[in-house]
Structure formats: C-alpha cells, structure tokens
C-alpha cells in the first residue's frame, strides 16, 4: 500500500472491523436489515474506500467522481457504515436506518446524493454499471472508473450475464466487478459455494480478467484492485468471504440472512467494539469536462402532408433523428432491432451516440438508466412485447428516479401476420403501471414527431407506443401535442355516444363516426394521445354531455385506454355508461383488417357498439 495515500496510518482491517460493527449497530437500532451480508464484504469495502476509490463527498456532481454500485443493495447497513466513516453523515443518521422519514432506506436510491441509481432487484447493478462504464469511455470521454459490489448470489441472474457480455464485448477497462463470494443465499447456499474458480472460468470466457483472493485479505484485496486498474479489459475481482465474517455465532451460518443478529452487544464486544475510525478518501485527480458532441440549438423536426399515409414507427426515427441534431446529449439504444423500430434512422444520423445491445433488453434499459445518471437523455427503443424482458429494470429505475424514454413498437393486433409472439397487448397496462410515468400512444406521424420531443426533457419514464403499418395523417405539421393532452376530432350539440380511441382505432373510430352520421346518428370521437396522464376534463364533458363512451383500443381489457377511461370516474362523481373494446381472445395469424376485426376493434364493430348503447332496452 502506497505511503503516498492520505490513509497511510490508516488500519484498513480495523476500518473493516469498524464498518462491521456499524452494520450491526443500524440494523440492531432498525430492528431489520441485512447484518451477515454486510459484514462478508467490509475488508472488500474498507480496502476500496482507503486507497483505490477516487471520489469528493463534499462536490458529487464532480464529473471526474469515479462511481460504486452496490448491486447487492440489500447489503446497504455497509453502505451507510462507509458513508459514516468518510464523514458524508454523522452517526445520528446511521441510527435512523429504515426509519420513517431516514434517506438510509433498506436499500439505496438517489435520495442520497452519492448513490447513482436504485439497487436492490439483484442483477441490476451490474448491468446498470456497464452503462455507466460505457458513458465514461464513449459519452463523457473521462478516466473515472465503475466499481460494483456483486453478491454470488446474483449470478444466477440472467441479466449478469448479459453484462459480463457486453462489457467483455466493449473492453470496459474501467469496470470492475466485485464479486463478494460468502457461499450463502437467502435459503441456504449458492449454486457454486466458495468455488471461485467456476467463476472465474465463466466470466474469464466473457473477456474479463479474473482475479480470485481471499476477501479478508487486506494485502489481496489491495493488490487485485491495482491489477484491475492495470487491466485492458474489465476486471471480476472474485472474493472469497464468510457471511457474518468477524462474529463466531453468525460466520458462514445458515439462516441468519436479512435479520439482526440475535446479540448485537456480544457480537460488537467480539469485534473489538465501536470505533470512530475516518477515512479520507482521494477525491479525483482530474478535472475534466464531460465530452460535448456539439452545440445545442432549434428542434426541426419534420412534417407529413395531411392525407398521405406514415407509419408512426417512420415518423419516431425521423424525428429522434432531429431532437438528436438540436440536443446533443440524446443518444439512441437498440437490441437489434432498429430496422423495424426505426431508430437505425438516428443511428445513421448520430453513429457516435448510438449504442447497439444486440438481444439484451435488460442490458439495454439498464445501461440507459447508467447514462441518464450521468445527465444524458437516452431513448431505448424495440418491439413493445419484448419490453417484457426489460420490465423491472424500469420499474428499479423509476424508484430511482430515473429518466427514461421508452419506445414500443411493433403493437397491437394490427401488426398482422406475424402472431402474438410479437404483438404487444399489455404494454400499455405496464407502463401506466409504473410511479410517475406517461404513456403516450399516437395516431399519425405529425403528432409523433411532436410527442417524441416531448418526451425529451419530461421527468421520469415515458413510454411512446408506435405503429407498424402506415396510417392517414390527420393533423398538420404546425399542430402541437403537450402530454396529458387529447384531441377532440368528431364534435357537435347532438352527439349521442363519444368514441374514445388511440393509435390505430382512432382511424378506425373516425371511420365509424362517419357510418353512424350517413345514419344521422351523431357521435364525438376523441384522440386520447396521451393514456396517462389523461385529460380528463375532456372525458368528463364528454360524460356529461353525451353520456355514454365506447372506448376501442388495440390491447388486452385489462389495463390500457378502457381502464384509463373508467379511472377518471372512479372518485365518487356520477360515472357514464362505459363499453369497452378490446383484444379479448388470443389471435393468430392474419392480415392486419383481419385482426382487428376478429378482434372487435374495427369500424364496423365501433358502429355495432354505438348502435348497442342506443338501442331501446
């Protein structure tokens, strides 16, 4: 260890022991918490802090700061112990662990100013590292480095793997990978115990650089955290730990996993006590600024002739496209997909901010949630049924409070002939799922264009739902959409029923509209653009004035536009007769007029609905 480290008279075993014992403490004091997790990788921890990790507490928002994910969030009473011993809170606060009304949550988010992202869905931290890693060498353009604490257990995690990939693909020499290898699960052990070596084999073929030590080595740990920032490649640093290490009733014993140790007095008298031991440590030494792919300037996006047909996937790629030329912090994700997606068209615009993940939707959505972290603003987009894939790490990054753009396309029935593998039918009830999101969903390409910069400084996920096929421009370029808006298109004194669509039925809805009016039956049609937030003002004028509404949408009933719909009246006023359109078998194969017909989502059977509501009971 260098003399050169302002910690040179630092014991680093006991600032280990000393985190131990704080984990201990908070977890006692909480009642709750992960103790034994905590406690197998604090040498792991205390060696980091001492002499590798370059970061300012007092200045977070210094681009230079390397960055430390604790995958294994759930080992967040070390977390806050290291917090506590660089001086970042005081020892009153370690105490408020889990309590109402503490920023130390059971496990981490960005309420704290020094966590990056959410943890705590374990396989998140890794893949979420890669992104940051991937930032650091290709979008800011610095030397700081990405160090995520693993837990073994979590290699069982798919998403793991997909990150080892990646990162071995990408050469991520500034990531490293912790892996904290105490044997034991939640339930008992794990599928390779102590055997670093199956490790080190599996992610070695990867293209990372393993290196296997005895996690309670001090010397080891020091020495494999040099190799790792010597390395040309990413670095698995696989630690062999004992769970509860320190405690002889708790070490590499089963059971005790998410408690307070029985005894936490006798276990701190065994660990040598409390100590008040601070750690300084070395803030970066460059200070760099984060690479500028340009200066920003006027959005320009295009515009399509009222009458013609495009399809909204066509639109999405023009249109990121030009948010990308006036913003040069927009970058563009894909899993292979971008040809039908339509993202390759701001690929080819913007090659140095677009990133390819190939099949890996949850390394994709989680390297976004790594860049947005850094102040990037990430689109991710691909079929919305393979959304599925990555769902939880949007859901992990709206704990966080992240902001993301996502893009499904490829939606609905009305994909066609490819069948229900690809078509997505629950997007919309997922995403309006999610804390704080918007759900947009347009029916041309001149309202696309404008909602795809929409999204573009709001806060917190957005979701935009496009369409395949081409569909009639019905809105002119200089029109404006602003979320929780709608548009009002078929309107009179003596509408009878209104018509609430979007995307694809909105076509479909207009269409009927103008079958009933040859019948002299008068019925209000509204775009609902934006499924969540509503405009629910409008809705509610429409039940007032009319009172019926026949909602038509190309997704499963439950979740989508009819649920949004019926939720406006759900808070004790007077609720209008609803009749909800959906998907309800499950289709197959046929052409896209077919589906929507066996579906019961085309004009003609938005016309035998209104006809039902006013039919004589």
């Known amino acids: 260890m260098s003399d050169q480290s302002p910690n040179h008279d630092l014991d680093v075993g ?68 290291l917090y506590k011993a660089a001086g970042a809170i005081t020892d009153e606060e370690l105490l408020t662990f889990r309590r109402h009304g ?36 290709s979008l800011d353009r610095l030397p700081y480095r990405v160090w995520v604490l693993c837990g073994d257990s979590e290699l069982a995690e798919g998403s793991m793997w997909e990150a080892f990939e990646h990162a071995g693909y990408e050469r991520l020499d500034n990531l490293v ?4 290898v105490n044997r034991l699960g939640q339930r008992g052990p794990t599928r390779h115990g102590w055997d670093t070596a199956a490790y080190a084999r599996r992610i070695g073929a990867f293209g990372w650089h393993p290196i296997e030590i005895d996690g309670h080595d001090v010397a080891q740990i020091d020495r494999a955290y ?20 320190g405690v002889a009733a708790a070490a590499d014993r089963e059971g005790g996993h998410g408690k307070p140790l029985s005894d936490p007095d006798e276990a701190i008298e065994e660990l040598g006590g409390a100590r008040s031991l601070r750690v300084h440590v070395t803030p970066p030494d460059g200070r760099g600024v984060p690479h500028s792919f340009g200066e920003p300037g006027t959005v320009k996006l295009p515009s399509y002739e009222v009458g013609t047909e495009v399809a909204t996937r066509d639109a999405f790629g023009d249109a990121l496209a030009a948010v990308g030329a006036a913003r040069p912090e927009v970058v563009g994700l894909d899993a292979e997909v971008a040809d039908s997606t339509r993202m390759e068209t701001f690929a080819t615009a913007h090659p140095e901010r677009f990133f390819q993940f190939y099949i890996a939707e949850q390394q994709m959505v989680a390297a976004a949630i790594g860049m947005q972290a850094r102040g990037w603003i990430p689109y991710v987009s691909t079929f919305a ?58 029916c041309d390409a001149n309202q696309t264009a404008s909602l ?23 809105y002119g370029p200089d ?48 775009d609902l653009y934006s499924v969540k937030p509503v405009d629910a003002q409008t809705l509610r004028d429409a039940a007032r004035e009319t009172g019926r509404i026949v909602t038509v949408e190309d997704h499963w009933p439950e979740g989508g536009i009819g649920d949004a719909v019926i939720d406006v009246f759900g808070h004790g006023e007077q609720a209008p007769v609803v009749l909800k359109l959906a998907v309800h078998g499950m289709p197959a194969s046929a052409a896209p007029d077919e589906q929507l017909r066996d579906a019961g989502i085309d004009r003609q059977s938005v016309v035998d609905a209104v006809r039902s509501l006013l039919a004589p009971e």
Not at 54 to 71: G, K
Not at 177 to 180: F, I, P
Not at 408 to 436: C, K, N, T, W, Y
């Open 226 to 245: 040099a190799e790792a920032a010597a390395a040309e490649q990413p670095t698995a640093v696989l630690a062999r730990t004992q769970k509860g290490a």
């Open 452 to 474: 795809v910069a929409a999204l573009t400084d709001y806060p917190g996920v957005g979701y935009l739902r496009t369409t395949r096929g081409a569909t009639p421009v019905v």
């Open 177 to 180: 990978a912790v892996v904290d």
């Open 479 to 526: 029109e404006e959409f602003t979320i929780a808006g709608s548009r009002v298109l078929r309107a009179s004194a003596a509408d009878q029923v209104t018509v609430v669509g979007a995307g694809i039925t909105v076509h479909e809805a207009l269409a009927a509209a103008d079958q009933l009016a040859g019948d002299g039956i008068a019925v209000r049609v509204i």
């Open 14 to 81: 006991e600032l280990g022991q000393q985190l131990r014992v704080d984990a201990i403490r908070c977890s006692a004091a909480a009642g709750s918490g992960h103790p034994t997790s905590s406690m197998s990788a604090a040498d792991l921890m205390a060696t980091l802090f001492a002499r590798h990790l370059r970061y300012d507490f007092a200045n977070p928002e210094d681009p230079n700061n390397d960055h430390l994910v604790f995958s294994k969030g759930h080992a967040s009473p070390l977390l806050y112990a």
């Open 385 to 442: 049924a393979f959304l599925t894939r990555g769902y939880d790490f949007v859901r992990m990054g709206a704990i966080g409070g992240a902001d993301l753009r996502v893009v499904g396309s490829h939606a609905g029935v009305s994909i066609g002939q490819d069948g229900p593998s690809q078509m997505g039918l629950e997007d919309l009830a997922l995403f309006r799922a999610i804390h704080g999101s918007v759900v947009l969903y347009p």
């Open 102 to 137: 503490s920023r130390l949550e059971g496990h981490p988010t960005p309420r704290l100013p020094w966590v990056d992202v959410a943890t705590g869905s374990l396989g998140l931290g890794l893949p979420t590292g890669v992104g940051l890693a991937m930032t650091g060498k």
